[in-house]
Structures are given as C-alpha cells and as structure tokens.
C-alpha cells in the first residue's frame, strides 16, 4: 500500500486529509499517467461522485488536474460507482474518476480511478501515479493554450444510459413484488428507483433526500436497523439497502431479518450452477466470508475461493480463475457477466430475480446458506500498528488462546482494515454470547496494549 493510495483509491477527511491541492495532483498526474499511452488525439476522463458535501470542492479541483494534461473531462454528477465503470467502457472513455468515501460517514471523501476497461487500478499504475505527486518523476510536456482540456458538462444520457443498463440485467420481470428500499442519502437516490419501477415491483422508498451531510448517517447498508423496521412497517416482500456509492448492496426479508452478502452471493451462486452459468462451479470470497457460506455451497457443489480482503483482491482472482461472480459479506458483489466491480443496484435486480423466479418468500430462500454465529468488533488503532498487531506479546498470547478454543468449530480472525485506522476482530462460533464475549475481550486487550504505545 502507498503513501495516498489504499486498498481503495485515496481517502481521507475532506479538506484536512484529502485536500483540494491533493485531489488537484491526484487529477493531474492521474490523467497523465492513465493517458499518456493513449492513442486518441483527444484524451476523455469521465467524472462522477457521490453526494457528500465535500463533492463540489473536490470535484473542481480534481477537473482542473485534468484539463491541465490536455485531457477533456465529462462531468456525469451524482452517479453510483459502478455506474462510472460501465459508463467509462460505454463511451470509450480512457479512464474514469469518482469522488466518494463508499459507505464512511460525510466528512470522509475518496477518489478513485478506473481504466478504460472499467477495471480499479492495478498497484503499479497507483504507485505510478504517487511518484509524481512525490516528485519523483516529473511529467516532461505541459500543455498551454488550445491543448488546454476542456470540462463538458450535464452529460444527458448518462443516468438513462445506467439505468438502461441495469433494467437489462433482470433475469425475468419483477412485477407483483413489492420492495422497500433504503438508499442511503447516496448516489443511488435517482437511479434505483428508476430501475426499479421501471420493472414492475411495487417500491417504497426510505433515505432518498440527500442534503451533502446526511449520507450513510443512520441509514444505508451499514445501518440496516433502519429499513428492518421500514420492511415492517410497509409489508414489504425484501428490503434492499444500498451504501453511499451504491457498489454494495444488504437485504432484509418480509420479517426484518438480514440477508447479508455472503446469503445473496450464495442464493446467486446456486440459482447460477443450477442453470449451467457457474463457471467452474467456483465462487470467490475473501477470508472474511462465513464459514457456513463456505460448508453450504459444498453441498451444492460449489467452491468457495478466498482471498484477501478487498474487492480488488476478488477481482483479480475471478479474472485469474475465469469466476464469474464474487464478492464479500458486506454486500460488494461483483457479477462479471454484467460489471467490473460491485454493483449494488445489479446485485439488488439479480436478487430480485432469483427471488420472483423461485416462487419462495425470502426468509424460505435463504435458508439455503446456514451462517455461523458470527461477530465483529472494531477497535481503533493508529495506522502505525495496524499491520504489528501480532508483534505485541499479550496480543498474540490472547489471540493464540482464541485460536486454539474455536479450532474445528469456529475461527478468529485479527485484520486491519485497508481504509480506516481500525483493527477487525472477527470470531465465528456455535453460541452467540461465547464468541461475543472472547471478541469483546480480545478488543480490551488490543485497547490496553494501544494506550501503552
């Protein structure tokens, strides 16, 4: 991992961390990088972002890096994520950008790029990248005058052309369902309604009034709380709950319970390897992926590959296995067929189908993938240690006692996270209150240990 970049672009507190002068560099030496390869006269960076506050800022400053390469930018607004993969591929743009910090709370912002072919970058291009903004390298050709880009905004068709898209990923009509959706105060506010509607089912919608600072606040798929109660109250057959950039997607059934990504990508999984369309009957998780997800597909003939943590380490091992669907529990699902990268709006319309197409209620569907009580506690660490944690004695010595009471029957798992300053203690187990209580006391040990340094 660089200097800027993380496991998913550059991210940071808008404004402190993540700066004007910062997304300016990111623009300029990032559509230098990406383009100066380019065989078009004219290069073409498609930008999007999501609807934080911080957004305007950092977009102008992010355009003109840009135009400052001679690169052209198309300014598409609020879109989801995945919507500026596919758009970049579309219009045969030579790379697209979008501002967003996914499911982080309003004050965090990120910026990400993808390549022409809609892929993330890969660590070389980033590191690339970084070198200039270090001044290690230095760009040999500055463009002045008519080779100046220009900034092409209000882009019409790109909502529809998303939107479009996303209808023709159904796998039959979904009329006679009625659907609760939460779309987190986030970019998928305008399209997932449309596509939804558009195919029949009879929607309700909660957290669809973005205001620049209520995004993913007590909504969204890291709140599911909120639209567990809003399937109740509106007799709902599933709720679907996008995060902010809407390239991840949680579930709830008609009773408020969770359906969560590792469920989705099992259900998609088997309704795939039933109709011939698995691809080596192999599904790609990451070593986050519950053990019950991983002991129910082997009953259905399925095996579950894990990497680790991270989309883009999911990705590289579906191109790498010629896998067509992959993703993690928290709902980031990559269906190949459609998208090169999650898309939670695609994963929310799959759903939706195998569901309308099964004939069952939710709550019967899922009972397909049994998951392992599971639990995960996040501790706050400074960034320094994240990746030392097992080097502190009495960490290690709690860690290995954990280890050793759950092998068979369950599994710990100490990893620190690729965009917070945040250590994850996850433990699965047979009994609830025992797992919770071994995290819970793993977390007061990484804490001590923490307030020693």
């Known amino acids: ?33 990406l383009t100066k390869h380019s065989k078009n006269k004219k290069t073409k960076i498609l930008v999007g972002r999501d609807t934080r506050i911080s957004g305007d800022m950092l977009e102008s400053a992010l355009v003109a890096g840009i135009l400052s390469t001679g690169a052209d930018a198309y300014i ?27 499911h982080n709370s309003f004050e965090y912002n990120g910026i990400k790029f993808f390549n022409g072919e ?21 760009i040999d050709d500055i463009p002045s005058g008519e080779r100046l880009g220009k900034a092409i905004r209000n882009i019409e068709n790109a909502e529809s052309d998303y939107v479009d898209f996303a209808v023709g990923c159904a796998l039959s009509p979904l009329d006679g369902l009625k659907v609760a959706a939460d779309c987190a105060n986030g970019a998928a506010f305008k399209v997932a309604p449309q596509a939804l509607r558009r195919l029949g089912v009879d929607l309700s919608v909660c957290s669809n009034n ?49 359906v969560d990504g ?24 990451t070593v986050m992926s519950n053990l019950g997800l991983i002991q129910s597909c082997k009953k259905h003939g399925i095996e579950v590959v894990q990497t680790k943590v991270g989309d883009r380490y999911v990705l590289e091992k579906m191109l790498e296995t010629g896998a067509v669907i992959g993703g993690e529990q928290s ?21 939706l189908s195998v569901l309308k197409m099964s004939g069952k209620k939710l709550s ?9 009580p599971q639990v995960l506690v996040n501790v706050k660490v400074k960034n320094e240690y994240k990746e030392r944690l097992q080097d502190i004695s009495e960490i290690a010595e709690a860690a290995k006692k954990i280890e050793e009471k759950y092998k068979g029957t369950g599994r710990l798992l100490l990893r620190p996270s690729g965009t917070e300053p945040l250590v994850r203690i996850m433990i699965e187990g047979e009994k609830m209150e025992e797992i919770k209580k071994d995290a819970e006391m793993l977390a007061s040990v990484v804490e001590q240990a923490m307030s020693r340094l």
């Open 1 to 33: 991992m660089g200097k800027f970049f993380g496991t998913d672009g550059v991210r940071g507190v808008a404004g402190v961390e993540l700066t004007a002068e910062l997304s300016f560099k990111l623009g300029k030496f990032g559509a230098y990088v």
């Open 76 to 102: 598409v607004g609020e879109i989801p994520t995945p919507a500026i993969a596919y758009l970049t591929r579309k219009y045969e743009a030579d790379a697209g950008v979008v501002i967003s910090a996914s």
């Open 118 to 138: 809609g892929f993330k970058l890969s660590d070389e291009i980033e590191n690339e990248i970084e070198s200039y903004i270090l001044g290690e390298s230095i």
């Open 210 to 258: 973005p205001d620049g600072i209520n995004i993913n606040n007590a909504c969204g798929s890291t709140h599911i709380e909120k639209l567990m109660k809003f399937v109740k109250d509106t007799g709902a057959d599933v709720g679907l709950a996008f995060d902010g950039d809407a390239d991840r997607l949680i579930a709830v059934d008609e009773n408020g319970d969770l």
């Open 262 to 285: 590792d469920v989705i990508m099992g259900l998609v999984a088997i309704y795939l390897k039933e109709h011939g369309k698995l691809a080596g009957d192999r599904l790609i998780g």
């Open 331 to 351: 709902g980031h699902i990559i269906l190949f067929e459609h998208n090169s990268t999650g898309d939670g709006l695609v994963s929310a319309i799959t759903l």
């Open 364 to 372: 019967e569907l899922a009972k397909e993938i049994t998951i392992l």
